[in-house]
């Protein structure tokens, strides 16, 4: 099975700040990353898939970059609502295995 | 609009077995796959398998063969999940999830089915 590490476990950012979560595949996955947001109580939401591309209603200010092995999400100015954990996975084959979730929390 | 609505939460004794549906509204259903994901509390995100709805395919997880069955009614536009022989380590929050087979990505996630396996 694919191992997908993210890295940090957790973060606290202020307002404004530019936040970048990294996800790491233990073999290349060439472009097949996906990004998603869960709230607590909620169920999660994708905010980018393969690798760069924004979902429709996503706001402008995510971003995602990377192939093969090593990925990035960046928030360019994080704001209250952005709080939360965020999971990459992969897509590239199965099983679809997701990280272990980075934890944001606003200062 | 695109939905998928899950059952209600469900409370199980270990042995036994728990059904999970998941509604599908507003397109068609037979075009996407159909995945299912398990949260436990306070836990991260894991991938359980997929069916597609057209030709009843599914493919599941190595962990749960044998213990799921993932199923769909067409005419009720609706998927299945069964789980077999609960655990306690199965408490979890289930996941219906939309693969629009353009990537790989879930783009839409049912609201959750919390599923608590005691004795």
């Known amino acids: 099975d694919i191992q997908m590490t993210q890295s940090p476990s957790s973060l606290s950012a202020s307002v404004g700040d530019r936040v970048t979560i990294t996800c790491r595949a233990s073999?290349?996955?060439?472009?097949?990353l996906n990004w998603y947001h869960q709230k607590p109580g909620k169920a999660p939401n994708l905010l980018i898939y393969?690798?760069?591309s924004l979902q429709s209603g996503v706001p402008s200010r995510f971003s995602g970059s990377g192939s093969g092995t090593d990925f990035t999400l960046t928030i360019s100015s994080l704001q209250p609502e952005d709080f939360g954990t965020y999971y990459c996975?992969?897509?590239?084959?199965?099983?679809?295995?997701f990280g272990q979730g980075t934890k944001v929390e606003i200062k | 609009q695109v939905q998928l609505v899950q059952s209600g939460a469900e409370v199980k004794k270990p042995g036994a077995s728990v059904k999970v549906s998941c509604k599908a509204s507003?397109?068609?259903?037979?075009?996407?796959?159909v995945h299912w994901v398990r949260q436990a509390p306070g836990q991260g995100l894991e991938w359980m398998g997929w069916?597609?709805?057209?030709?009843?395919?599914?493919d599941y997880v190595q962990k749960f063969q044998g213990r799921v069955t993932m199923t769909r009614d067409t005419s009720l536009t609706t998927a299945y999940m069964e789980l077999s022989s609960l655990r306690s380590d199965d408490t979890a929050v289930y996941y219906c999830?939309?693969?629009?087979?353009?990537?790989?990505?879930?783009?839409?996630w049912g609201q959750g089915t919390l599923v608590t396996v005691s004795s």
């Open positions: 999830a939309r693969d629009l087979l353009r990537g790989g990505d879930f783009d839409q």
């Open positions: 507003g397109y068609t259903f037979t075009d996407y796959y």
């Open positions: 069916i597609n709805p057209d030709s009843g395919d599914t």
């Open positions: 073999q290349s996955i060439s472009n097949f």
């Open positions: 393969v690798a760069s």
């Open positions: 996975q992969q897509s590239y084959i199965s099983p679809r295995t």
